[in-house]
């Protein structure tokens, strides 16, 4: 691995946690160079819901490029497009009364959130945007602004103007009602808050922590907006494509978001794809004025397109991952009741789920040991407290026991080691 050390920046983060060389990869599965195979409960940050190398996805993928089909093409016409635009309407947004328009902003998540805040200073005329504590929405300069996390935020190097952060849901552990400071800034005209052009919310807070805002609290942050004429956007980057059950993280709490952001499992197989959604009215763009290299990616199109038709033409998905969902969070809450000394509680919604630990520096040594019991997450959380649990959507429920299991045995060799 000298090549990585001697030639890779030292940006470079999760191949520290995992020392390994990766070289194959299926379903729940990913094996390094040595032989040796990992179960994944990282799933590529969430970008792989249906698991590495899903055979339906990858056939359609491989079909289509046998036949010198479009790979770039900007934002020109091609039949790849058009079939998921189809789909998408047919399957996804017909289906739950979305009429919303689609726009191809750039490959990632962070161009999606970037063309959301853009749409909103556009068609509002103002500039303020408030986002929440522990927010994350991207490492660009305007999704950063609205991300709460000081050291990504102090990575920008200048000053990150036009954000405001408010309260999340219980981040003050019910002690202020709901929107108490938000609602009376905003009647305040000596508050110094501008009246901003939109909210930006993450459903749960992946980054975060595993935050999970309720159904009611959504429905009060869309009615606080409604009330007060802000546009509400909707970061389903990471929660979004079926990580919490529905297709939409929002759909739980009856809530119809002005902009919606997606990306990540998207393209369901691990290609770059994002879209920025948003309300015909709000569709004030000029020819152009925002715009990328990589806006269309016509093989993400084609996998995307077979995502939905495999996964997402009745409710066979969903119930699955809530029934998957239920299975995981009843395995850690017996795992914090056992280690109740070291667990402070277990948070999550469908396949996103967090082990909050009560010492912040236990979470990486639990994932370390956990790495070398064959088991690959990460850690989340404004002090990496958080042993964060993102399975492939498509995960067994055995391969789920099994990972469970080896959680189990790795907080149980972390707190050995700290009793000797």
Not at 252 to 268: M, N, R, Y
Request: proline content about 4%; overall charge negative.
């Amino acid at each position: 691995m000298d090549v990585f050390a001697r030639m890779e920046s030292e940006v470079r983060g999760y191949c520290r946690s995992w020392p390994a060389v990766f070289t194959t990869a299926q379903g729940a599965h990913i094996t390094d160079e040595d032989g040796r195979t990992y179960l994944d409960f990282f799933a590529g940050a969430g970008t792989l819901n249906y698991g590495h190398n899903n055979p339906q996805l990858k056939r359609r993928l491989m079909d289509y490029l046998a036949g010198d089909a479009i790979v770039h093409s900007l934002d020109m016409y091609t039949t790849a497009k058009r079939d998921f635009l189809e789909r998408f309407n047919e399957y996804v947004l017909e289906p739950r009364g979305l009429d919303y328009k689609v726009q191809f902003p750039g490959p990632a998540g962070n161009n999606s959130v970037e063309a959301a805040l853009k749409l909103a200073r556009k068609y509002t005329g103002r500039e303020t945007v408030v986002s929440f504590t522990n927010a994350f929405h991207g490492m660009t300069l305007g999704a950063l602004a609205v991300t709460g996390n000081s050291m990504k935020r102090t990575g920008a190097g200048v000053p990150l103007g036009h954000g405001v952060a408010m309260p999340y849901d219980n981040y003050l552990d019910g002690r202020t009602p709901d929107f108490l400071l938000f609602d009376t800034m905003l009647d305040d005209s000596g508050s110094g808050l501008d009246k901003p052009a939109a909210v930006i919310v993450e459903t749960v807070q992946g980054e975060g922590g595993i935050n999970v805002a309720t159904a009611e609290w959504l429905r009060g942050l869309q009615e606080l907006c409604h009330r007060h004429d802000i546009l509400l956007i909707v970061d389903d980057v990471q929660m979004g494509c079926g990580r919490t059950g529905p297709f939409f993280s929002f759909e739980e709490a009856g809530i119809t978001p002005d902009i919606v952001c997606l990306s990540k499992s998207l393209s369901g197989y691990g290609l770059p794809f994002a879209v920025t959604l948003m309300k015909r009215e709000l569709d004030v763009w000029e020819p152009g004025e925002h715009n990328g290299t990589f806006r269309g990616f016509n093989p993400a199109f084609v996998t995307a397109v077979a995502a939905l038709e495999d996964y997402w033409t009745g409710e066979g998905m969903e119930k699955q991952t809530l029934k998957k969902g239920q299975q995981v969070q009843t395995a850690l809450e017996e795992i914090a009741l056992a280690h109740a000394g070291a667990v402070d509680s277990v948070r999550g919604r469908g396949l996103a789920w967090g082990l909050v630990m009560k010492d912040a520096e236990a979470a990486p040594k639990v994932c370390a040991e956990a790495f070398a019991r064959g088991l690959l997450m990460e850690t989340s959380g404004p002090e990496g407290e958080v042993v964060k649990l993102l399975p492939p959507l498509t995960t067994t429920e055995a391969e789920l026991a099994r990972g469970l299991e080896i959680i189990a045995d790795s907080l149980e060799a972390v707190r050995t080691a700290v009793s000797v």
